[in-house]
């Protein structure tokens, strides 16, 4: 089974739609990472977690919240769906200290379509 | 935000050598630097990491020089499998060691 899955793998939805994307790991790190990709482009931070306690935004996190709703879980929403928020959305892991917090884990991603 | 800088891209041939070069001018310093392979419509997958000088293991060696404010990933004798976007991921010393990525590199390999 994969360390980190995200679901759904695609959908489709509609401008002004309340839309939410789940991740879940079996790592047991305490940090987790929403990010954007967008096509021809790098990854870009929406929000991250250091803790269950602990919630911080991102390089983009305005039209986005999340929940950490536990050590393994870690969600994101997009309040009223846009279609400039079209984009592949990955979740990643990683540990706390020294070499283990710059190595992060990703789930397959998300693609995330706003018609 | 990230103040990593990376070529957009590089073409290559099978059977050579590829170096790829980032500059990390504000890197703090307990930070690490790592480097990041991604696939279309992958996550992406690390590669290699150091903090200082040299580290090589069986994909890749990576190169710091002295005042670790730029870093090279060497990939060796490159294959079409290595076709990919490389990433550099450094801590970013003014927004408080969060970590980012750079913009990554697109590597074509030739055959």
């Known amino acids: 089974d994969a360390d980190v899955t995200q679901t759904p793998r695609n959908r489709i939805t509609k401008t002004g739609k309340r839309i939410m994307l789940e991740c879940s790991q079996t790592?047991?790190?305490?940090?987790m990472y929403w990010y954007r990709q967008d096509p021809g482009l790098g990854l870009r931070l929406i929000y991250y977690?250091?803790?269950?306690?602990?919630?911080n935004k991102g390089e983009i996190s305005d039209g986005y919240s999340v929940s950490r709703q536990a050590q393994a879980k870690f969600s994101l929403s997009l309040e009223s769906a846009i279609p400039n928020q079209t984009a592949l959305y990955f979740c990643?892991?990683?540990?706390?200290?020294?070499?283990?917090?710059?190595?992060?884990?990703f789930g397959p991603g998300t693609r995330l379509t706003v018609l | 935000l990230a103040k990593t800088t990376q070529p957009i891209s590089m073409d290559s041939y099978e059977g050579q050598e590829v170096n790829i070069t980032c500059s990390h001018n504000?890197?703090?310093?307990?930070?690490?630097i790592t480097w990041y392979q991604q696939f279309p419509s992958q996550g992406p997958r690390f590669i290699i990491q150091?903090?200082?000088t040299k580290v090589t293991n069986e994909v890749a060696s990576l190169f710091i020089p002295a005042d670790r404010k730029s870093s090279t990933l060497s990939l060796p004798r490159v294959s079409l499998s290595d076709t990919a976007v490389y990433y550099c991921?450094?801590?970013?010393?003014?927004?408080?060691?969060?970590?980012?990525f750079g913009g990554g590199t697109r590597v074509l390999v030739k055959p």
């Open positions: 790592k047991g790190h305490d940090r």
């Open positions: 504000n890197i703090a310093t307990n930070d690490y």
């Open positions: 991921l450094v801590g970013d010393k003014a927004a408080g060691n969060k970590l980012t």
């Open positions: 990643a892991t990683s540990g706390t200290s020294g070499r283990s917090q710059n190595e992060q884990f």
């Open positions: 977690s250091f803790d269950v306690k602990d919630i």
């Open positions: 150091g903090y200082k």
